[in-house]
């Protein structure tokens, strides 16, 4: 079975800090996906990655920025965290093939203080 | 533009009396639409592709039905177990390999 990892559960931050987010997935999958999630809008779309080194932003990239050296590792950096970006934040993937279906991780909940 | 619209954003049912869920699209071209079950604190869990109009999934007590317009997601004689946020999705012609989610379902069974 695919599986994706997000590295926290849960996450306690600072207003102003830097924050990183991880995700891994263990099935040599091209495409990559970082979403938040809060009640009442659904999943938004924060960032994509396609390949290594390859991203598009979604609706919502503003505060954030990602990073992927390598295919299976992809990650969200809030640059300055702020109370506005407390949220569920799911990763996931998915193969090489347009709009197959995703697979996710169980999520990072974040409470930024 | 691409929309998904879900009904109802909530739904409360008796243990055993079954419904049914709605994902209305307004896509360009439809390339799949997908189910997804995601249980609190949880990220979502996959549940059927369906393809073209007519195409009919079954899983336990769902099926997934799809016409031009909307797909359905009947839930039959349901249990507290079934209790979740039901996410549908679309992907849409023209090589994009990012789908566009409606905001959910909440289901809640009562015993």
């Known amino acids: 079975d695919v599986k994706v990892t997000q590295s926290s559960r849960y996450l306690v931050k600072r207003t102003g800090e830097k924050v990183f987010l991880e995700c891994v997935q263990d099935?040599?999958?091209?495409?990559m996906f970082w979403y938040r999630q809060d009640p009442g809008l659904g999943l938004r779309l924060i960032y994509f990655?396609?390949?290594?080194?390859?991203?598009e932003k979604g609706d919502i990239p503003e505060g954030y920025s990602v990073s992927r050296e390598k295919k299976e590792r992809f990650s969200l950096i809030l640059e300055s965290a702020s109370t506005n970006q407390t949220s569920m934040y799911l990763c996931?993937?998915?193969?090489?093939?347009?709009?197959?279906?995703?697979?996710f991780g169980s999520g990072t909940q974040l409470s930024v203080l | 533009e691409d929309q998904v619209t879900q009904s109802p954003e909530a739904l409360r049912l008796q243990e055993g009396e079954s419904s049914s869920l709605n994902c209305s699209y307004t896509?360009?071209?439809?390339?799949?639409l997908f189910w997804y079950r995601q249980d609190p604190g949880k990220g979502p869990e996959f549940l059927f592709t369906l393809y073209s109009a007519g195409e009919e999934k079954e899983k336990e007590r769902l099926k997934a039905t799809l016409t031009k317009k909307e797909s359905f997601l009947h839930i039959t004689a349901p249990k507290p177990e079934d209790s979740a946020t039901y996410l549908c999705a679309v992907g849409v012609t023209g090589g994009s390999y990012i789908p566009t989610f409606g905001r959910g379902t909440s289901l809640i069974v009562h015993p």
């Open positions: 896509v360009s071209g439809l390339r799949g």
């Open positions: 990655s396609y390949d290594v080194k390859m991203k």
């Open positions: 099935m040599d999958h091209e495409n």
């Open positions: 996931a993937s998915s193969p090489g093939t347009a709009n197959e279906k995703l697979f």
